[in-house]
């Protein structure tokens, strides 16, 4: 089933998916309900008008759930990733599991100071008066999760979606099938049903849920589908927070021999560690100097095998590529004479088991196809360069990445890379590890994305910050009103300039009034 999509709708009288499930015999279960119902959204509109989900209690309540929902079936989401993915229970863990908990407990940690009201400063002319920034939830928002990591990048975003207040409807990928049935199955168990639901289904669907008005989209995956849903999205002028990808570059300067095993597992482990490299933030090239790059071919082959195996057969401790689409479009970058002739290890395939060997290709053409779309699997391009400076022409030659790494000590050399390249994020000397830090906003810039979670910034991106101003009745500024004079002009300006001693003065008479225009 891992390669067959959900079929389209045919019933004119449903039009929405609310549970898919796929049982022990392979056939898929489908329950519908009736688009007369759509104006009212299984009920979550209703809850968020009600205020339902805008207490603190509720928010903490609806986060422990999720704690308890991770930790009771943490046993049934291993099986579910390695279904899908072939994910080991360490790797899930750390790219999964591990990282939904984290979140959830920064946010019960912190929930009660993000809702807080903020303080905001006012004029001393506005005297007596008061100020505050109010966080208030947007309403009910939709969820797209990612296949890749399919509870995480699910999930996580929910704890922000929870944290600020809103009611909430989560659509996972079909194309990670037992994950997406697992979190239909067990979110209405341990979750408020009138504020959060699942849809699940294939495209068709995801297009009947973009046709509605929501408060705020949320969305993981590829600049194409993103195209989609900021397109979607304008019809209602509806916010959105798009997390797609790129090619991330890894910038390889000098090093010595004692730095040399490190980079090389933040390397090997930054490419091939996270689903075999179909990760967003995952590196896709590499850029080093042109002397460096046989040195660095034989370390990184030498990682490689201690770190998955030699043997195509037999690979450890390392994902499948998630389809037969997927993969057939991946062997198709390395079917070009040019680009199959800069192999320099791997490039062995297993068909029967999706699988693709950890590949090093030096130098392949750089307008073929593997070097002009990003990559997302286990094939690692290593482009040299004359000296490493190039480097930064070569990355803003490209549409702006979702993170850039590089691993070097010199300060020159990366203070060219803030202040001259552009990207969502930038890593020095280590890989992927920005993405796991919740004081860190994650998100990317042009064609990567835009908008970011993790942290404070997922409770802020399903928040408004609401101005909200109060004012006596005593102390009237009357120069604010009409008739127009020359002395509420001085006022004014001087108002605008804060100069309180020069408004003292024009009060009292002792202030040479502007002449104003109008009276020349």
């Known amino acids: 089933m891992r390669d067959q999509s ?25 329950s519908f309900f009736s688009a007369s119902e759509m104006e009212d959204f299984l009920g979550l509109r209703r809850a968020f008008r009600a205020g339902k989900t805008r207490g603190i209690e509720w928010r903490m309540g609806q986060l422990r759930a999720l704690l308890k929902l991770v930790a009771e079936n943490e046993a049934r989401f291993f099986e579910a990733l390695e279904q899908d993915l072939g994910k080991h229970p360490v790797e899930a863990y750390r790219d999964e599991i591990g990282v939904i908990k984290k979140s959830a407990d920064h946010a019960l940690l912190n929930i009660k100071k993000w809702m807080a009201p903020k303080k905001g400063n006012l004029p001393l002319l506005l005297f007596p008066a008061r100020a505050e920034v109010l966080p208030e939830p947007l309403g009910t928002v939709l969820i797209f999760g990612s296949w890749n990591f399919p509870i995480s990048l699910t999930l996580d975003p929910l704890v922000g979606a929870i944290s600020a207040g809103n009611t909430v409807v989560v659509k996972p990928s079909e194309l990670a099938p037992a994950c997406s049935s697992l979190i239909c199955q067990t979110i209405p168990l341990y979750l408020d049903r009138e504020a959060i639901r699942v849809v699940e289904g294939g495209s068709d669907v995801a297009d009947k849920l973009l046709q ?62 996270p689903c075999a490299g179909q990760a967003c933030i995952g590196i896709d090239y590499l850029l080093v100097q042109q002397k460096q790059a046989p040195h660095l071919i034989e370390s990184l082959k030498a990682c490689i095998k201690k770190f998955y195996g030699d043997n195509v057969k037999s690979l450890q401790s390392i994902c499948r590529i998630v389809n037969k689409n997927h993969f057939d479009r991946l062997c198709s970058l390395l079917e070009e004479p040019s680009v199959a002739a800069s192999v320099v290890y791997g490039g062995s395939l297993d068909r029967e088991n999706l699988v693709i060997e950890p590949t090093i290709l030096l130098d392949p053409p750089v307008d073929s196809p593997i070097m002009t779309d990003e990559i997302f699997g286990p094939l690692l391009p290593i482009i040299t360069l004359d000296k490493i400076e190039d480097s930064i022409d070569f990355i803003n030659a490209r549409p702006k990445p979702l993170a850039l790494y590089a691993f070097t000590h010199n300060n020159k050399l990366k203070d060219q890379i803030l202040q001259e390249t552009s990207s969502g994020s930038v890593t020095f000397n280590d890989t992927m590890i920005q993405f796991i830090c919740d004081s860190l906003p994650f998100g990317g810039v042009g064609q990567s994305g835009f908008g970011r979670y993790h942290g404070k910034y997922s409770f802020d991106t399903f928040s408004h910050e609401k101005a909200v101003l109060h004012r006596s009745f005593y102390l009237e500024l009357e120069p604010r009103y009409p008739p127009w004079n020359d002395f509420k002009l001085e006022f004014i300006r001087l108002a605008y300039n804060f100069e309180y001693v020069g408004l003292l003065l024009l009060l009292l008479g002792l202030r040479r009034r502007y002449t104003s225009s109008r009276g020349h």
């Open 212 to 273: 509605q008005q929501w408060d705020k989209i949320f969305f993981t995956g590829s600049p194409r589908v993103g195209r989609i849903i900021m397109a979607a999205a304008a019809k209602h002028l509806t916010p959105v927070t798009l997390e797609l990808g790129g090619k991330c570059p890894v910038i390889l300067d000098s090093f010595t021999e004692s730095d040399l095993k490190v980079v090389m597992k933040r390397i090997v482990g930054g490419k091939w560690g």
């Open 6 to 30: 959900i079929p389209a709708n045919k019933n004119k009288n449903c039009a929405f998916i609310t549970k898919c499930s796929i049982t022990k015999s392979g056939t898929i279960s489908l």
